[in-house]
T-cell receptor
């Protein structure tokens, strides 16, 4: 089946630094999504990307849908302590009428104050 | 806001037990999903359902079954729990539609330990 390769798997940064993570796939996806999971909680949707080449911002977050539709990146500017968590990329496909998400392995972000 | 509720946050079960994980959503979503989350492996799809009494295998269905008797409830069943099923289990739901981009709404997860 489809697979997403997400990197890096973990990041240790200082508060205030910028963060960048990305996902690549051998398959084409029609939608890319980025989720964040706080400790002890389920993932929450941060950004959704619908068009190849699209660049979308949500506050300090910026994400892009690669032009080939096989990759996406997420940037976080000026990191703060509440950015700690696991970030997942996901590609969306339709199977038998159901929206199915394929997830990356996750990037665990740790911030030193 | 849509809410997806998983009945237990933590469970400890013995090897060989039959285990039920329950998930309820309150927004009339057609599609529901069960994932397991393991470090370094991300979220892997176990089963999904796009309608009452309908179920489809995901990527790792072995050792699991599901039940969807009512639209709002999707149950994951471990017929005979084994230690390699120790994991975080996440339920999710979304509404039907070919327009992409709704994403999923996730529950808070059930951390299952099999001893």
């Amino acid at each position: 089946g489809q697979q997403l390769n997400q990197s890096p798997q973990s990041m240790f940064i200082q508060e205030g630094e910028d963060v960048s993570m990305n996902c690549t796939s051998s398959s084409i996806f029609n939608t890319w999504l980025w989720y964040k999971q706080d400790p002890g909680e389920g993932p929450v949707l941060l950004i959704a990307l619908y068009k190849a080449g699209e660049l979308t911002s949500n506050g300090r977050l910026t994400a892009q849908f690669g032009i080939t539709r096989k990759d996406s990146f997420l940037n976080i500017s000026a990191s703060i302590p509440s950015d700690v968590g696991i970030y997942f990329c996901a590609g969306q496909v339709i199977i038998q009428g159901a929206q199915k998400l394929v997830f990356g392995q996750g990037t665990r972000l740790t911030i030193n104050p | 806001d849509v809410k997806v509720t998983q009945s237990s946050r933590y469970l400890v079960k013995r090897t060989g037990e039959k285990v039920f994980l329950e998930c309820v959503q309150d927004m009339d979503h057609e599609n529901m999903f069960w994932y397991r989350q393991d470090p370094g492996l991300g979220l892997r799809l176990i089963y999904f359902s796009y309608d009452v009494k309908m179920k489809e295998k995901g990527d790792i269905p072995e050792g699991y079954s599901v039940s969807r008797e009512k639209k709002e409830r999707f149950s994951l069943i471990l017929e005979s729990a084994s230690t390699n099923q120790t994991s975080m289990y996440l339920c999710a739901s979304t509404r039907q539609g070919h327009w992409l981009g709704y994403g999923y709404t996730f529950g808070s997860g059930t951390r299952l330990t099999v001893v």
